[in-house]
């Protein structure tokens, strides 16, 4: 059980990065996969008023603020036409529609969790975040960075013209991923990610059905290091048959 000795409702961001540069203090995000930890946090920050809640649009871009929620994903009309459904089918397994609707962006991507649908899309749409200490920088990068003490404000996914798949195996239809598989295909080429192997997701370019071969998989109660890299395999190939229809 989490016990929070102090809770801040943050009023700027400025206010928010000073909060969390202690290591006993933690961003709330939508509070569903913290308040599962053991221990105790001294300060919670909460990001609710720095209006971190909305999907912006431009000419060549989506910026999602951090506290957008999973069912905004979900649900919006132009990430939908975007990833061809694609977007919307990352989410749709994420435990429930009362838990996607606190379930937050911010918290999902800073999280970097091994198991993270979220992070696998974001990952195959070339997605960069934005810190509000360590500026902007790839989802990649960052997803392999050990940053822990920042603040994260918004996803940015460009709007290039791709075409987008997203697969998972799951043991039953909610539960977490055995293995996740994103990918897009744009004039550059196939960009797939693998998460849940079950460490963090990675990308892969170029021959990627080749390249799968040299992940690591590891084993956990819900599968097996052979039992993932077999359905990797499986995933890649119907998802690059799906690019190509």
Same mark, same amino acid.
Request: charged share 25%; aromatic share 6%.
């Given at each position: 059980?989490?016990?929070?000795?102090?809770?801040?409702?943050?009023?700027?961001?400025?206010?928010?990065?000073?909060?969390?540069?202690?290591?006993?203090?933690?961003?709330?995000?939508?509070?569903?996969?913290?308040?599962?930890?053991?221990?105790?946090?001294?300060?919670?920050?909460?990001?609710?008023?720095?209006?971190?809640?909305?999907?912006?649009?431009?000419?060549?871009?989506?910026?999602?603020?951090?506290?957008?929620?999973?069912?905004?994903?979900?649900?919006?009309?132009?990430?939908?036409?975007?990833?061809?459904?694609?977007?919307?089918?990352?989410?749709?397994?994420?435990?429930?529609?009362?838990?996607?609707?606190?379930?937050? =962006?911010?918290? /999902?991507?800073?999280?970097?969790?091994?198991?993270?649908? %979220? #992070? *696998?899309?974001? !990952? @195959?749409?070339?997605?960069?975040?934005?810190?509000?200490?360590?500026?902007?920088?790839?989802?990649?990068?960052?997803?392999?960075?050990?940053?822990?003490?920042?603040?994260?404000?918004?996803?940015?996914?460009?709007?290039?013209?791709?075409?987008? =798949?997203?697969? /998972?195996?799951?043991?039953?239809?909610?539960?977490?991923? %055995? #293995? *996740?598989?994103? !990918? @897009?295909?744009?004039?550059?080429?196939?960009?797939?990610?693998?998460?849940?192997?079950?460490?963090?997701?990675?990308?892969?370019?170029?021959?990627?059905?080749?390249?799968?071969?040299?992940?690591?998989?590891?084993?956990?109660?819900?599968?097996?290091?052979?039992?993932?890299?077999?359905?990797?395999?499986?995933?890649?190939?119907?998802?690059?048959?799906? !690019?190509?229809?």
């Amino acid at each position: 059980m989490l016990s929070i000795k102090n809770y801040v409702r943050a009023q700027s961001l400025d206010e928010a990065y000073a909060l969390c540069q202690k290591k006993s203090s933690a961003v709330l995000g939508g509070m569903l996969w913290l308040k599962m930890q053991r221990g105790g946090v001294d300060t919670a920050i909460d990001l609710s008023d720095l209006g971190l809640d909305k999907i912006e649009e431009t000419e060549s871009e989506y910026r999602l603020g951090a506290m957008v929620t999973l069912r905004e994903l979900e649900k919006h009309p132009g990430l939908d036409a975007l990833t061809q459904g694609a977007m919307a089918e990352s989410v749709r397994h994420i435990v429930g529609v009362q838990f996607r609707n606190l379930a937050t =962006v911010g918290g /999902s991507v800073f999280g970097r969790f091994g198991f993270s649908d %979220v #992070l *696998t899309m974001l !990952l @195959s749409l070339e997605a960069r975040v934005a810190l509000h200490g360590a500026g902007i920088m790839s989802l990649e990068d960052f997803a392999a960075s050990g940053i822990r003490r920042d603040i994260l404000t918004h996803v940015i996914i460009p709007k290039t013209p791709r075409k987008c =798949v997203y697969l /998972s195996q799951r043991n039953i239809s909610t539960d977490f991923p %055995v #293995l *996740t598989c994103a !990918l @897009s295909r744009s004039d550059e080429g196939v960009l797939c990610a693998v998460g849940a192997r079950p460490g963090r997701a990675v990308c892969l370019r170029g021959d990627v059905a080749k390249l799968a071969d040299g992940l690591v998989f590891g084993s956990n109660t819900r599968a097996s290091a052979d039992y993932r890299r077999e359905i990797c395999r499986v995933l890649i190939r119907r998802g690059l048959e799906r !690019l190509e229809g």
